[in-house]
Nanobody, 122 residues
Framework: QVQLVESGGGLVQAGGSLRLSCAVS????????TAWFRQAPGTEREFVAT???????VYADSVKGRFTINRDNAKNTVHLQMNSLKPEDTAVYYC????????????????WGQGTQVTVSS
């Protein structure tokens, strides 16, 4: 059974940094695509970044240059380093896994974590 467990959320001031982690079990990162999505109250879940099985990455325009997704193969964990945070980055952040499809579309992911809250104060 595939499980994803997020950690690392919290409260930070604008301009600050946070690192989210997603520990994956039941599926290796080298054979799957692992993404971060986020959802703010009253909005739809939106794509943030994906780490493709090959090591390539895809980012939403809103986070390019500020967020970095990478992985620790030994721990089968994906990290999202978030720098220069803005109040509009406030949301629940979800980790998700898929073996294929459009990596920017949430309905192409078959396993999800429980989410971790990120709050950026102005």
């Amino acid at each position: 059974q595939v499980q994803l467990v997020e950690s690392g959320g919290g409260l930070v001031q604008a301009g600050g940094s946070l690192r989210l982690s997603c520990a994956v079990s039941g599926r290796t990162l080298s054979s799957s695509n692992t993404a971060w999505f986020r959802q703010a109250p009253g909005t739809e879940r939106e794509f943030v970044a994906t780490l493709i099985w090959s090591g390539n990455t895809v980012y939403a325009d809103s986070v390019k240059g500020r967020f970095t997704i990478n992985r620790d193969n030994a721990k089968n964990t994906v990290h999202l380093q978030m720098n220069s945070l803005k109040p509009e980055d406030t949301a629940v952040y979800y980790c998700a896994s898929t073996r294929g499809g459009d990596v920017t579309k949430s309905d192409h992911y078959d396993y999800w974590g429980q989410g971790t809250q990120v709050t950026v104060s102005s």
